[in-house]
Every structure is written in structure tokens, then in C-alpha cells.
């Protein structure tokens, strides 16, 4: 399943969710303008990679200073190794960041995300600790987004394209089997990671499961306005943001 849009209004222009996405191009573009050799160069300063994050042996056989390994932390979630990898994540971003964006508001949505964002690449690197591999990508602080809007919004319509025998179909689905059915393929894929390591190699199904859960579990304390949650009459929970209240 491609997810294409959600059918969510929101009340505000998203400005920190279209401002983290020409971040992340302008970040790409200067990608582009490197050389082979720098370019790997800038993945290895600016990449979060768990070695060197929790053994100074590595900083000392890389000549990084130690202060890089934490500055990373935040400086990662800016950088994509590739053209498919960034489409994939900001158009992922747009589609549940401003719904996100519109209930916490813009401070609060940006702290969301740089913290969630952390949060998600230090769960990789405690499965990882002895990787030399840099991490890169905003993969998990969008997939910390995509678990909040799952909490908030577990009923809006997502509009997703299903290939049938290259036959194209879209169809809308409740937010809540969109979103179930993309952690669950990332937890299988996680642990198929652990169990045949290199048979499902270069993604951080970790991160994106970290992140999804700390968006889940935390997104409460980033709201801007008191969230209660509520009982539909099928029984199914959900979330509401009391308006009234500042």
C-alpha cells in the first residue's frame, strides 16, 4: 500500500512541517553538489553511528572528537542517502506531519520531532551498539509523527494505491489499519534483521519502531491543549483536544 493523502482538514498553514522538508532538500541538494569521496566523508561526520556514540576506542582509530558522536544525534535526521529515500519520508511527513503540526502546534511539534526523532535512533543503537555503520535519515522522527496521528487521528481517511496485477486501485482506509498493518510489517522486518542479519540489511527497522512507540506514548506531553480520550458507540477509543481550554 502507497499511501497517497489523508482526508484530515487542518486549521493552520503547517509551516514547521514545510519548513522541515525544504531543510531536508536543501540539506540533499548539497549532498549532490559533493564528490564520491566527500560525500562519504560527510556521512561519516554528520551520520549518527552507534560505535562511536558508545566507544571512544572508535573516535580515537577515526580521529572524530567526541563531541561530533552527540552532535549527530540531532544532525542525522537531516541527511538521505538517496533520492527514493528522501521522497519517501517527506511525502511522509506531509501527509501525517500537519494534522500533527495543527493540535501541538509549531513549537511544540518541533520539539516533538527533534526529540522523538533522538529517541528513535538511540533505540537502534542500543540494538546496534557496536555498528560503524552512519545512520542517516528522518525516518524515525516521521515514524514518531505517523505514531502520534495514529493515536489523535485513529479514524481519518487515508487514501492509499494498491497494485492489483499492475492494475492500479485506490482506496480510503481508516488511519488506525494503515498505520497498524505499517508497524506490524516493521516489527516482522526487525526481527527477521536479527534473526538472518544482511538478508533485510540498510534499514533501521528499529528506529522506525522506536519512534512510532515514543510518538504513541508520548505525544500527550507535547499537546498544546488538554487531549482526553473518548469511546465511540462501537466501543473503539480515540482522541479529542478540548478547544475551550488554552
Not at 528522518?138 to 487521528?153: C, H, L, T
Request: charged share 10%.
Amino acid at each position: 500500500m502507497i499511501p497517497l493523502q489523508d482526508l484530515n482538514p487542518r486549521r493552520r498553514p503547517a509551516l514547521v512541517t514545510w519548513g522541515l522538508i525544504i531543510v531536508n532538500v536543501c540539506v540533499f541538494l548539497f549532498e549532490l553538489s559533493l564528490s564520491g569521496e566527500a560525500r562519504q566523508s560527510f556521512f561519516r561526520n554528520w551520520g549518527f553511528t552507534p560505535g562511536l556514540f558508545f566507544d571512544d576506542y572508535f573516535s580515537v582509530l577515526t580521529g572524530q572528537n567526541p563531541w561530533q558522536s552527540y552532535l549527530s544525534l540531532f544532525t542525522h535526521l537531516f541527511i538521505h542517502g538517496g533520492w527514493l529515500h528522501l521522497i519517501g519520508n517527506m511525502w511522509t511527513l506531509w501527509i501525517f506531519g500537519d494534522n500533527v503540526e495543527d493540535r501541538l502546534g509549531p513549537f511544540r511539534f518541533l520539539l516533538f520531532y527533534l526529540t522523538t526523532g533522538i529517541l528513535a535512533t538511540l533505540t537502534h543503537a542500543l540494538i546496534y551498539s557496536d555498528s560503524v555503520v552512519p545512520l542517516v535519515g528522518a525516518s524515525g522522527a516521521i515514524s514518531a509523527v505517523m505514531g502520534a496521528y495514529f493515536m489523535m487521528y485513529p479514524f481519518a481517511r487515508i487514501l492509499v494505491l494498491i497494485p492489483v496485477f499492475f492494475i492500479p486501485l485506490f482506496v480510503e482506509i481508516p488511519a488506525f489499519l494503515y498505520l497498524g498493518l505499517w508497524f506490524l510489517m516493521q516489527f516482522y522486518s526487525g526481527l527477521f534483521s536479527l534473526a538472518l542479519p544482511g538478508s533485510v540489511g540498510g534499514i533501521a527497522w528499529f528506529a522506525h519502531l522506536g519512534g512510532f512507540l515514543t510518538g504513541a506514548l508520548t505525544y500527550k506531553l507535547f499537546c498544546k491543549r488538554p487531549c482526553r480520550f473518548y469511546r465511540d458507540e462501537e466501543g473503539v477509543f480515540g482522541a479529542f483536544f478540548d478547544l475551550d481550554k488554552p
